[in-house]
Nanobody
């Protein structure tokens, strides 16, 4: 069983930056593809970014491409999401997710999910 714990959310003004972290425990982190998703009030959960188990392949939603960067440190069992040039529409609860797979997933078909961390961007 893998446990995921996100941190780093908060309140930021539009145009600002935030960094999220997600630390995993209970599994072999280096064998998991990792993803970030978000859910805004009244909306469904949407894909944000994903990274392969070795970090060599990344995917981004069009809405965040060029502004967000996903990365991972397998030695620290942690995946990161660096968010720059934040917009009010980025306001959401951000979740990290894990799946033991060599395929990078951009859908919700992950096995493990964190509890989420709130990101609020003021205009």
């Amino acid at each position: 069983q893998v446990q995921l714990e996100e941190s780093g959310g908060g309140l930021v003004q539009a145009g600002g930056s935030l960094g999220l972290s997600c630390e995993a425990s209970g599994g072999t982190f280096s064998t998991y593809t990792m993803g970030w998703f978000r859910q805004a009030p009244g909306k469904g959960r949407e894909f944000v970014a994903a990274i392969s188990w070795r970090g060599g392949t990344t995917y981004y939603a069009d809405s965040v491409k060029g502004r967000f960067t996903i990365s991972r440190d397998n030695a620290k069992n942690t995946v990161y999401l660096r968010m720059n040039n934040l917009k009010p529409e980025d306001t959401a609860v951000y979740y990290c997710a894990a799946k033991r797979s060599i395929t990078v997933l951009t859908n919700n078909n992950y096995d493990y999910w964190g509890q989420g961390t709130q990101v609020t961007v003021s205009s």
